[in-house]
């Protein structure tokens, strides 16, 4: 069993540039979300998506695009990498109800 | 909105003793999730404990338990018998079940704990 899986794992950008963070589960969730973790802090919720076709804003949304044609697929974009978006981002999904949430291993994304 | 605050930024314990890591939480609603989460080096996120707010019994996973004091807020994780594989980040983090809220989670700041041999 896969579970979440995120690609890449590690990634440098430069200011600027752009980049998608891939997601995919093979549970066949419903719920699945983003969420960014910033040194010796906890996480914080980008964007969530509780099926194909619909997503919605987190509590730090600004500079992130999300999709979610499918429901084994939930990539995050940064059309315009900063400095402030060098992080550990985390995909999570869930069934719902009393489900609990399977997360990824994360990617660490570093913007200079 | 919620908020999820953790007092203690480091903890440390030896080996095979317990430790405490507190927690405290503020909301209005009467119905929500409370979560523990550890955080090792390897940066996964692995789920230690569930409790609903609706349930008096304190949950408990086997060397791991909690003790929830709804009125007080305050949402604390012991572990016993500490092991050298228990060191890592440890959040606690709250969530509200209704609606499209499930699995929006709000974390505390976190807690690394060190057990030292």
């Known amino acids: 069993n896969a579970g979440v899986t995120q690609t890449p794992k590690f990634r440098i950008l430069k200011i600027g540039q752009s980049m998608t963070l891939q997601c995919a589960q093979d549970?066949?969730?419903?719920?699945m979300y983003w969420y960014r973790q910033d040194p010796g802090m906890g996480l914080k919720l980008i964007y969530y998506?509780?099926?194909?076709?619909?997503?919605d804003k987190g509590e730090v949304p600004n500079g992130y695009n999300v999709s979610r044609s499918t429901t084994e697929d939930f990539p995050l974009r940064l059309e315009l990498a900063a400095p402030s978006q060098t992080s550990v981002y985390f995909c999570?999904?869930?069934?719902?109800?009393?489900?609990?949430?399977?997360f990824g291993n994360g990617t660490r994304l570093t913007v200079t | 909105a919620q908020t999820v605050t953790q007092s203690q930024p480091e903890m440390s314990v030896q080996e095979a003793e317990t430790v405490t890591l507190s927690c405290t939480y503020d909301?209005?609603?009467?119905?929500?999730?409370l979560f523990w989460y550890k955080q090792p080096p390897s940066r996964q996120m692995i789920l230690v404990i569930r409790?609903?707010?609706?349930?008096?019994q304190n949950a408990t996973e086997n060397r791991f338990s909690v003790n929830f004091q709804k009125a007080a807020k305050s949402f604390s994780l012991k572990i016993s018998d500490s092991q050298l594989g228990d060191t890592a980040m440890y959040f606690c983090?709250?969530?509200?079940?209704?609606?499209?809220?499930?699995?929006?989670?709000?974390f505390g700041q976190g807690t690394i704990l060190t057990v030292h041999p």
């Open positions: 999570a999904s869930t069934w719902g109800g009393s489900s609990p949430l399977h």
């Open positions: 549970m066949n969730h419903n719920y």
């Open positions: 998506s509780v099926g194909a076709g619909i997503t």
């Open positions: 909301t209005s609603e009467s119905n929500y999730y």
């Open positions: 409790q609903e707010a609706y349930k008096q």
């Open positions: 983090a709250f969530m509200n079940p209704g609606g499209t809220s499930y699995g929006k989670l709000t």
